[in-house]
C-alpha cells in the first residue's frame, strides 16, 4: 500500500512540473527593434507597391511571409498550403446609354451605372412605370396600385420630404436609401431602375470598378442607373415638375426606352498567410495570432506604404512566430497549437479574414482566442494624458469571456507594464474601431478576442504612412505584450470561457 502511494505521489509530482509554464523572457527577447525594423522596410516598401489585395505586390508580400513561415520550420496552416486562396472580382466597363424615343443620352454627361451590380444587357422596353421615392416596405409603398414586373421603374432620390431616413427601410441590419430602392424594385419585379439624381454632368473615374467577392449570385437584382433630369424629363414630358415635386404620383409612362450596358468581369485571386505550430498535450486547441498584410496599393504612381496600417502588425506576427519556433527549439514549446494568420483583404473589408472564419483550417470551437494586431508603430497625437511612449490602445478584452481582461491585465502587470487604454472599447465609440479590423470576424463567430492598436494619426491612409516614423521601441514593447500574453493562452489549463453573449 506504501509503494502505491508513494508512485502515486510521483505520478502526481511528475504531471504537476510537466504543467508549469514555463519562463516566457527569454524568447520574448528575440522580439527586437532591429528586426522588426528589418522586416518593416521590405514590407512597406516600393517592390511591394502597397499591397493591395489581389495585385502584384500583394502576391509579393504573401510569398514573403510564407517564406518566413517556411524558414522557421513552421507547418503549413492550410493543409499542405501555406496560403488560402479566395476569388476576387472585379469589373471593366466597355460601353453604358440610354435611348429614350430615339435621343441618345451618354455616360457620365447624363447617366451613371452601379458597375459590380450591373450586368451586361441590352433592355428594350415600351413603358416606364414611375415609382415616386420607390420605396415599398411597412412604412411606405410607392408601388401600390403599379405593376412593375418586368418594367423599367424610374424613381426619385433620397428621401420624401419630412421623412427621416430612420423611418425608411427599418431592417433589422438597416439598408441605405439608395439599396432599400434596389431592393423594392427587385421585389416588385423590375428589370431597371433608373435613379433621378443630380450632379451631372460627371467626371469619369475610369472604367475598371471596385473589386469584390460575391461574382457567383444567388439571383441578380435589377440594372441600375442613376440618371440626369433630361433623361427624366424625356420620360415624363410634361409632368416632370408634379413628379418631382412635394407629392409625386405614381403612375406609368408610354416611352419607348433602350438601355444598354455591357462589362468585362476579371476573376482575379488573394490569399491568406497560414503558418502553424503544433503544441504538445493540447495540440487539438488553437492559439490565432493575426495581422493584415494588405494596404491600399498604388493610385496612378504613387505608392501608399501603409507601413503601421498594418506593415507594424505584419512583422509582429513574423516576430512573434520566431519567438515561438525558438520555444519549441528549446524543448518550451506551447501546449496548445499556435496558428500565425496573415490577412489580406483587410482594407476592402475584412475579406480575409470573414473567408477564413467561414471556412477554418481547424475548427473555431477549439480555438481559445485570437489576438489581433493592427497599427502598433506610431503614437496616437490625440492621446493628452499618461505616458504617449508606453501605452496599447486593447479592445474587445471583455466582449465574450470573463477570463481574457484580467489574463490581459495580469500578463502586462508582470512583463510590459504599458498603459492599457480602453477608449476605442467603449460600446459608444464613435469610430466603431472594434468592428473595423479582423478580430471582428472571429468575434461574430464567439471567439474571445483581443484588438491591439495605437490610434489614428495622420499620416492613416496616406502615402505617408512610411517606414521611417515608426517608434521600433514601443512597436517591440507592443508585439512583447502580444506575445506574453499569447504565451499566457497556449499553455494555460483550460480554455478560455465563453460566458458573455454575443452583442
Known amino acids: 500500500m506504501l509503494k502505491s502511494l508513494l508512485l502515486l505521489s510521483l505520478l502526481i509530482t511528475t504531471v504537476v512540473r510537466a504543467q508549469k509554464i514555463a519562463d516566457p523572457r527569454p524568447f520574448a527577447a528575440a522580439i527586437t527593434a532591429a528586426d522588426l525594423q528589418k522586416h518593416l522596410y521590405i514590407v512597406a516598401g516600393k517592390d511591394f507597391e502597397g499591397r493591395e489585395t489581389a495585385t502584384p505586390g500583394q502576391r509579393k508580400a504573401a510569398a514573403y511571409i510564407e517564406d518566413h513561415f517556411r524558414s522557421l520550420g513552421l507547418l503549413p496552416g492550410n493543409k499542405s498550403s501555406y496560403q488560402m486562396f479566395y476569388p476576387v472580382f472585379q469589373d471593366s466597363l466597355l460601353n453604358a446609354s440610354i435611348e429614350v424615343n430615339g435621343e441618345h443620352f451618354q455616360l457620365n454627361e447624363d447617366l451613371a451605372v452601379n458597375l459590380s451590380a450591373d450586368y451586361t444587357a441590352t433592355l428594350l422596353g415600351s413603358e416606364v412605370v414611375f415609382a415616386g421615392y420607390g420605396f415599398s416596405d411597412s412604412s411606405r409603398d410607392d408601388y401600390k396600385g403599379l405593376d412593375a414586373r418586368g418594367r423599367i421603374v424610374l424613381v426619385l432620390n433620397g428621401n420624401p420630404p419630412g421623412q427621416p431616413a430612420s423611418s425608411i427601410a427599418a431592417t433589422p441590419r438597416r439598408v441605405s436609401p439608395l439599396n432599400a430602392k434596389v431592393q423594392a424594385a427587385?421585389?416588385?419585379?423590375?428589370?431597371?431602375?433608373?435613379?433621378?439624381?443630380?450632379?451631372?454632368?460627371?467626371?469619369?473615374?475610369?472604367?475598371?470598378?471596385?473589386?469584390?467577392?460575391?461574382?457567383y449570385r444567388t439571383a441578380n437584382g435589377p440594372e441600375v442607373y442613376m440618371?440626369?433630369?433630361?433623361?427624366?424629363?424625356?420620360?415624363?414630358?410634361?409632368?416632370?415638375?408634379?413628379?418631382?415635386?412635394?407629392?409625386?404620383?405614381?403612375?406609368?409612362?408610354?416611352?419607348?426606352?433602350?438601355?444598354?450596358?455591357?462589362?468585362?468581369?476579371?476573376?482575379?485571386?488573394?490569399?491568406?498567410?497560414?503558418?502553424?505550430?503544433e503544441g504538445t498535450d493540447l495540440k487539438d486547441q488553437l492559439v490565432v495570432i493575426s495581422a493584415h498584410y494588405d494596404h491600399l496599393g498604388k493610385r496612378d504612381t504613387v505608392i501608399y506604404y501603409g507601413a503601421d496600417d498594418d506593415g507594424s502588425g505584419t512583422v509582429s506576427v513574423l516576430e512573434l512566430a520566431q519567438a515561438f519556433a525558438k520555444a519549441r527549439a528549446a524543448g518550451k514549446g506551447p501546449r496548445r497549437s499556435i496558428l500565425f494568420l496573415a490577412n489580406s483583404g483587410e482594407e476592402k473589408g475584412l475579406w480575409g479574414s470573414e473567408y477564413y472564419t467561414d471556412h477554418p483550417s481547424?475548427?473555431?470551437?477549439?480555438?481559445?482566442?485570437?489576438?489581433?494586431?493592427?497599427?502598433?508603430?506610431?503614437?496616437?497625437?490625440?492621446?493628452?494624458?499618461?505616458?504617449?511612449?508606453?501605452?496599447?490602445?486593447?479592445?474587445?478584452?471583455?466582449?465574450?469571456?470573463?477570463?481574457?481582461?484580467?489574463?490581459?491585465?495580469?500578463?502586462?502587470?508582470?512583463?510590459?507594464?504599458?498603459?492599457?487604454?480602453?477608449?476605442?472599447?467603449?460600446?459608444?465609440?464613435?469610430?466603431?474601431?472594434?468592428?473595423?479590423?479582423?478580430?471582428?470576424?472571429?468575434?461574430?463567430?464567439?471567439?474571445?478576442?483581443?484588438?491591439?492598436?495605437?490610434?489614428?494619426?495622420?499620416?492613416?491612409?496616406?502615402?505617408t504612412d512610411t517606414p521611417d516614423k515608426i517608434n521600433y521601441d514601443i512597436l517591440e514593447k507592443r508585439a512583447r505584450l502580444v506575445f506574453f500574453t499569447a504565451w499566457d493562452m497556449a499553455n494555460r489549463n483550460e480554455m478560455l470561457k465563453r460566458d458573455i453573449p454575443l452583442k
Do not use: C, W
Open 362 to 463: 481547424y475548427p473555431l470551437e477549439n480555438t481559445t482566442v485570437d489576438l489581433n494586431i493592427d497599427m502598433i508603430g506610431r503614437i496616437d497625437p490625440n492621446r493628452k494624458h499618461g505616458d504617449s511612449t508606453n501605452y496599447v490602445y486593447v479592445v474587445g478584452d471583455d466582449k465574450l469571456s470573463s477570463d481574457l481582461k484580467p489574463i490581459s491585465e495580469t500578463t502586462n502587470k508582470k512583463y510590459t507594464k504599458l498603459e492599457l487604454d480602453y477608449k476605442f472599447n467603449d460600446p459608444n465609440d464613435p469610430e466603431r474601431i472594434y468592428y473595423r479590423s479582423d478580430h471582428f470576424n472571429f468575434a461574430r463567430k464567439g471567439v474571445p478576442i483581443i484588438f491591439y492598436f495605437d490610434g489614428i494619426h495622420k499620416d492613416y491612409h496616406r502615402p
Open 227 to 277: 440618371i440626369s433630369d433630361k433623361i427624366a424629363k424625356a420620360i415624363l414630358g410634361a409632368d416632370y415638375g408634379e413628379a418631382t415635386g412635394n407629392n409625386p404620383q405614381s403612375r406609368s409612362y408610354t416611352v419607348n426606352t433602350k438601355l444598354e450596358f455591357s462589362k468585362n468581369t476579371t476573376e482575379l485571386q488573394s490569399s491568406d498567410v497560414l503558418g502553424f505550430l
Open 186 to 215: 427587385q421585389k416588385n419585379g423590375a428589370v431597371a431602375l433608373l435613379i433621378l439624381q443630380s450632379g451631372f454632368p460627371r467626371r469619369s473615374f475610369g472604367s475598371k470598378g471596385n473589386m469584390y467577392l460575391d461574382g
